[in-house]
């Protein structure tokens, strides 16, 4: 499926083609083990000193959005590893950089569950794209169950209304995340976490790329 500038329309070669795809980037960092480590010192100190936000979480913690602003070697590891996956991201989808007037935003906040709690289904509207990174994903779910996995939900009106839960245009995407594990989405996908019913804490890493009117501010 490729755009013309000589015809009217989409020029489509004979097969099969995807039509209003929605992108969901999938990075693995494989030598991520000491960088989480790190990572769950500096959000279990915040944790203890700060209270949760209670946004789209029910239960757990909920930093405050400034997570990146801090100077601390793993946060600005982490900062680089989601600036890299976004900047992976604007390519593969074509996505036009901002124009001279705008700058992007990047703000990300920790999120930290145990037993029982879990996220309700969201989205980041007005974010241009969004995503989460995995720190540490808490003990084992049972076999078969959805425990701890997040969902993502068609975009599409369409799909729902087919006669079985299981139509063919209307698969759940459900993705079991591995620490290491980094996801990103446009900012208006819907999506939510199951319950996670470990002891050990499920933690997390949220972020939104956002447009801003430009004053002076690098983001």
């Known amino acids: 499926m ?7 329309g989409t020029v489509l070669e004979d097969g099969l083609h995807s039509a209003f795809p929605t992108p969901l980037l999938v990075k693995r960092f494989g030598d991520s083990a000491e960088l989480n480590e790190r990572l769950l010192e500096h959000i279990a100190a915040r944790e203890a000193n700060e209270p949760s ?3 789209s979480n029910v239960g757990g913690w909920h930093s405050p959005t400034d997570l990146l602003d801090s100077g601390d070697p793993a946060i600005l590891e982490l900062r680089k590893r989601i ?3 976004i900047q992976k991201m ?14 992007m935003r990047i703000s990300a906040w920790a999120n930290v569950a145990r037993a029982g709690a879990y996220n309700a289904i969201h989205n980041h509207t007005p974010a241009v ?5 995995y720190v ?4 084992p779910a049972p076999e078969g169950s959805r425990d701890g996995l997040i969902e993502f939900v068609d975009p599409r009106p369409g799909p729902h209304g087919g006669p079985l839960p299981t139509h063919v245009f209307n698969a759940p995407l459900i993705v079991d995340p591995e620490p290491g594990m980094l996801l990103m989405f446009p ?3 819907l999506h939510y976490v199951h319950p996670y019913r470990g002891t050990s804490p499920r933690v997390s890493v ?4 956002r447009l801003m009117a430009d004053r002076g501010q690098s983001g």
């Open 2 to 8: 490729t755009p013309s500038d000589e015809r009217r």
């Open 53 to 55: 936000m209670g946004l």
């Open 83 to 85: 600036s890299a996956c």
């Open 90 to 103: 604007l390519v593969l989808t074509r996505h036009k950089k901002p124009t001279g007037d705008q700058t």
């Open 129 to 133: 794209f969004s995503g989460v990174y």
């Open 136 to 139: 540490s994903v808490g003990d």
């Open 187 to 189: 900012g208006w996908l």
């Open 206 to 209: 949220a972020f939104n790329l």
